[in-house]
């Protein structure tokens, strides 16, 4: 143990639900510098995901309890870290560098940060040097326009990356941009592709942008319309008639879906499958980490923007396939 390591720099990746956060992370968490971070995850919902899928590249991932890093957990990432702190002190927990924390999409990033500057023992072992907001280039626009969220992450970033910019033109990028821009002067600005250096996740900004004057109430308030639907299946589920529901719902109210997320088993399939989507949004899937559960069993969660439209249980129950049944068009 190196007794001198602390205070350990540390990085905050923010961004709304479905902006690329964890598939970054997952790519630029293969560089060798990288090697040495404590990833801290934190997901909105009863199930978390992002964390499987961050193992399968690391192992130094600590997943925070069910909630939104600006309202409840916001006190639980200090218990966490301290007791991380305790670990490394008592030489139970190997060497990091590097502390790197992923917010939930719905997270109002400024309670969170005044807790990691603030805080009197924090401040001794985390020295946080930047925040990386991610924007999708896709559907950054209508949420810059009706999410004040959306704004307060921009606002308060020292490096902000466009992803998704191969669905758009290029004049909806230098679009963006320029929004961007104009809410965050003093913000870097660049696309995910090229991938950024993983150093600048724990650069300093050029500047110090506009903070946000956000408290921890009135960022509690931003939940008040979020409901969520956790949907769960015992035995794999028929791909056609999955595909035939899923595009239902994301037809119906792709506008109040904020994220669609899970893992599921397919009847004719032997291993399961990542599901992500995001408004009206269905992207390809991927094959489930190693590290998730290969028993069959399914689950799915969806995060709307006001309440839960009726039927979607039921609709997922008919999804339950059979093995003769021909899903020849399965991923």
């Known amino acids: 143990m190196n007794a001198d390591a602390p205070p350990w720099p540390t990085g905050i990746v923010t961004g709304m639900l479905g902006s690329g956060k964890t598939t970054l992370l997952r790519q630029l968490l293969r560089h060798r510098e990288m090697a040495a971070t404590l990833v801290l995850v934190n997901e909105f919902g009863e199930v978390g995901l992002d964390h499987h899928l961050m193992t399968s590249v690391t192992d130094a991932v600590v997943l925070l309890p069910n909630g939104c890093l600006c309202c409840t957990v916001r006190h639980d990432i200090v218990r966490t870290l301290r007791d991380i702190h305790r670990s490394w002190l008592a030489g139970t927990m190997p060497d990091f560098g590097r502390i790197l924390i992923e917010t939930s999409g719905l997270a109002e990033p400024a309670p969170l940060v005044a807790s990691l500057r603030g805080h009197p023992v924090l401040a001794e072992f985390v020295d946080l040097r930047a925040i ?6 896709q559907y950054g626009p209508a949420q810059l ?4 969220t959306c704004r307060n992450q921009i606002r308060l970033a020292d490096h902000l990356v466009i992803s998704k910019g191969d669905l758009v033109p290029p004049a909806a990028i230098l679009a963006i941009g320029e929004r961007l821009a104009g809410l965050n002067p003093l913000a870097s600005v660049r696309l995910t592709a090229p991938l950024p250096r993983p150093d600048l996740l724990f650069a300093a900004g050029i500047g110090e942008p506009p903070r946000s004057s956000v408290t921890c109430d009135e960022a ?3 939940l008040d319309r979020i409901s969520t639907l956790v949907l769960r299946a015992a035995r794999p589920l028929s791909w056609t008639r999955f595909r035939i529901w899923v595009g239902r719902a994301l037809d119906d109210a792709g506008d109040r879906i904020l994220r669609v997320k899970g893992c599921v088993a397919f009847a004719d399939q032997s291993a399961p499958v990542v599901i992500q989507a995001v408004h009206h949004s269905f992207y390809p899937v991927v094959a489930a980490p190693p590290t998730m559960s290969h028993d069959g069993d399914s689950f799915l969660v969806l995060i709307f923007d006001g309440p839960v439209p009726p039927g979607l249980e039921q609709g ?5 396939g059979d093995r003769s049944e021909n899903d020849a068009a399965a991923p």
Do not use: K, Y
Request: proline share 0%.
């Open 145 to 148: 326009s009706g999410n004040v």
């Open 220 to 222: 509690s308030a931003h």
């Open 316 to 320: 997922f129950a008919r999804c339950v």
């Open 132 to 137: 990386t907001t991610l924007v999708d280039a």
